[in-house]
Structure formats: C-alpha cells, structure tokens
C-alpha cells in the first residue's frame, strides 16, 4: 500500500516528527544498556564463586538484552522515518506507522478543512519550535493530528496559504463535477 499521487501533483514538502522527539525516546533505552556493563562488574567484583558458576548465564542475558535493544532502536528509528506529513499543491496526506506490518495513509482535500489548531506546550518545545497541529475538516469524523512538528506555526499558515489558493483554482468544482470527492 503505497501512497499514490493523483496527475500532475506536486510535493511541496514532506514533515517528520522534531528531532528531539526522537532522542528523548532514545534516552532510556540507552540508560539500560548501559546498566548491562556496570551489572556485569558488580557481578564480577561481588559474586566472586556464583560468578564462576554461572558465568554462561549471565552472558547469555547480557546478550539477549542487547538483542532486544538493537530490535527496540530499529523500531523507533523505522517509526520515526516513516511517519510523514505531506503536503502537496492538492491535498495533505498523512502517514503514521504502527509497528512493523501496519499504517495508516490519510489525505484530505485544502478545500474540506474548517480549522487548524496549533499547541506549544513548556519550554523546551516553545525554545525548540516544534508542537501538535490539529486539523478539523469537514464531513470527517476525526481530525488529522500532526504530532510533534518543527515550526508548527510556520506549517499552519503554509497550509492555510494552499487552502486559500485551492478554492480560488476552482479544482474542488471540477472534482465534484466530474463525479469525484
């Protein structure tokens, strides 16, 4: 299921999550294998005989730890790659992935959205420019969320500015003329 473009349609420009989005969620998996190391010293200054017998074990948890963190930053990594904001000269679409085998493509005309909503939250996303946007269309039973976007300000009236050039086109007319949505 890939993300078909409709004739002649333009990418303007392609959003992701903000980049400290992605290194807070690396935070604790790093803090934990990290621990692996210190654990595996005490161990081995404490455990003195219980280390010599299960000296195997331990390896082998060590080993499935870091197995585990490996798998856990491909994910996140895929996660954050993948989940895009897209805007085209036509219409928004929005990628979001949810684990390995499942995503969602949504899209929606310039001419169908009522309202944007943007929300800065604390300091560090107000210092780092970046936030949720909010879009309520119309005949829609759900709001498109763009979460953690830089320049969330700058994006609202971007979209706002293609809104406003998409109903002056006439496309939206031609669209519902010719039996489309």
Not at 62 to 67: C, R, S, V
């Amino acid at each position: 299921m890939a993300v078909e473009f409709m004739p002649g349609e333009k990418v303007l420009f392609i959003r992701r999550r903000h980049w400290f989005r992605l290194l807070l969620s690396l935070i604790m998996p790093v803090f934990f294998i990290l621990i692996i190391p210190i654990g595996y010293g005490a161990t081995e200054w404490y455990g003195g005989a219980w280390l010599v017998n299960h000296h195997g074990e331990l390896l082998l948890f060590a080993g499935l730890l870091i197995q585990a963190f490996i798998m856990g930053l491909f994910l996140m990594l895929l996660n954050y790659y993948l989940d895009l904001w897209i805007l085209t000269d036509k219409r928004m679409i929005a990628i979001q992935i949810h684990g390995l085998f499942s995503r969602d493509i949504s899209s929606v005309d310039y001419g169908r959205i009522q309202e944007i909503t943007v929300t800065v939250n604390g300091l560090v996303e107000t210092l780092l420019d970046y936030g949720d946007i909010e879009i309520q269309t119309a005949g829609s039973f759900r709001a498109f969320l763009f979460r953690d976007i830089a320049q969330p300000a700058d994006v609202k009236e971007k979209v706002l500015q293609l809104k406003e050039q998409f109903l002056k086109t006439g496309d939206i007319h031609e669209r519902h003329a010719n039996g489309g949505t």
